[in-house]
């Protein structure tokens, strides 16, 4: 890898946490402590799996408003600013820039990923005595929602590539949306006719499968994790992630910087 | 050796919602830049000036010609570390401070680890913002930032720099300093491409300069050459405060400033404007050929095409 691409990682990590990006660890505490407090008082018999499920669902929702936000920034703002002039008067290859970007917002997100991961373990330590092995398997879901990350990334950052921050925001969190209900859209396709059925197969092939990389349910439930499934949603986030990074630098590689 | 040649490097951009309207913001340009001199890019405000710098540093992409830089294509890596840029009105990562950003950038232009810190420090210095250390950027005033910028852009000791209006936002004591910076550069051997629409920086600085308008190039040329054109006048200064009869009718204009009048009259007049002045018993002070001034240069240069363009309108 270029050492290049590691600067600029680093220092997009440096400028998020600059940011005070980080600072939504606070209210993540917050949520924690007092859904823990709660939920022991309240509950009997279902904490664990209260807590789980809350403590997964917002470490997915804070991390994708994360990353769909600052992600549609990353080469948008660099550009408005003219910083990006400076950086790529320099040896610096379109290519290198995309991948440092994308490489800095993901390593944010990976950090606030296992920040969040001990504010879910700590809560579940609050609400039962001890650790069970079942609860491997929350580290099974907290992986997979990474693998989200990484894909919502990309596509944060290729909107980036050609479209104004506020557009880019929308058609980011739109796949999410629809990523997340692909099971869904793969259902209808199957029972449609004719064009549609087309049409749904392909948009359902298009859009981010995040309905297989969400076991948060299932992991609440204390039920494990097919190690086939682990493989085959590795191989699928980096791929499509990689794909999308690939259209990034494309169009970036093309775009006049005005 | 020349150390940029631009080849016919012309841009076009399309403009409108449909992308359909040509909007012409360059022409195809064509002039070299030698090794070691400083060579200064004038134009009025949107005569192309930062476009051509922007295409010679790959951020925007011709839509004719080319261009070398140091023997080399304009998108090649191993020449973009032999080069320093300051775009104009630069504006930098604000999270940082200057000791941070230029490491960054040390960083990117593959200054050796062991020699960053020291390099940092040193062009700091050069700018004067020794002290600023700890300060993020979002502090800075604009002349601060500028100097930042020209710190940047000698960092990595560039043999190329180019600086799109380099004095902007400075005050007097500041654009004196960054025109003894790059008098320096130059005698350490660099190549300077300046670009301003200040023509007395260009005047004092300049080996070579170039005159752009409308995305049009109108002149090249030494700056000497330029203005050394005599345009058949001499100007007259003599003491006192009486303008003869006789110089009255030779001058085609006089003015006078506390006990001095200056007078300009055609060459032809010259001796006949002294015997009257003589005889009067006024003492002359110098008599001094009327040349061309870079700015009358610059302004007779752009006329034509504003002619034309009222013509048009």
Known sequence: ?258 | MAAIEILGLEKTYTVGFWRKRAKCALRPLHFNVEEGEIFGFLGPNGAGKTTTLKLLMGLVFPTGGTARILGREINDPAMKAQIGFLPEQPYFYDYLTAPELLEYYAQLSGVAPKERGRKVGEVLGRVGLPDVGGVQLRKFSKGMLQRVGIAQAILHDPKVLFLDEPMSGLDPIGRREVRDLMEQLKQEGKTVFFSTHILSDAESLCDRVAIIHLGELRGVGVVADLTSSVEGKVEVVWQGNLVPAAVKTMTTEYHLTGDTVRAVVLEGNQDAAIDALRRDRLRIISIIPVRTSLEEYFVRKLKPSEAAAGARS
């Not at chain 1, 580290?139 to 944060?156: D, E, G, N, P, W």
């Not at chain 1, 086939?228 to 980096?238: G, K, R």
């Open chain 1, 1 to 258: 890898m270029s050492s290049r691409i590691a600067y600029i990682a680093f220092n997009t990590f440096r400028e998020a946490v600059r940011d005070r990006v980080l600072y939504n660890l606070v209210a993540f505490a917050v949520l924690m402590s007092g859904a823990a407090i709660l939920v022991g008082q309240i509950s009997i018999g279902i904490e664990r799996l209260v807590v789980v499920n809350l403590g997964l669902a917002a470490v997915s929702l804070f991390g994708m408003v994360i990353a769909i936000f600052i992600g549609i920034a990353l080469v948008s703002k660099e550009i408005d600013k003219r910083t990006l002039y400076t950086v790529l008067s320099r040896p610096v290859q379109r290519w290198e820039f995309i991948v440092g970007k994308f490489l800095g917002l993901a390593g944010t997100l990976v950090v606030n990923t296992v920040f969040m991961a001990v504010g879910v373990f700590a809560a579940l330590l609050y609400v039962s005595p001890h650790f069970q092995v079942a609860d491997t398997w929350i580290l099974v879901a907290l992986y997979f929602i990474v693998l989200q990350f990484l894909i919502i990334t990309s596509l944060a950052l290729l909107f980036s590539s050609f479209s104004s921050p506020l557009l880019s925001a929308v058609f980011a969190f739109s796949l999410f949306v629809i990523g997340s209900f692909s099971e869904d859209l793969r259902g209808f396709a199957a029972l449609a006719q004719g064009a549609t059925r087309w049409l749904a197969t392909a948009a359902a092939y298009l859009v981010p499968d995040f309905s297989s990389l969400n076991v948060i349910s299932s992991v609440a439930h204390g039920q494990p994790v097919a190690s086939q499934l682990i493989l085959s949603n590795t191989l699928y986030a980096v791929v499509y992630a990689g794909m999308i990074l690939c259209g990034a630098v494309v169009i970036f590689e093309h775009r006049n910087l005005k």
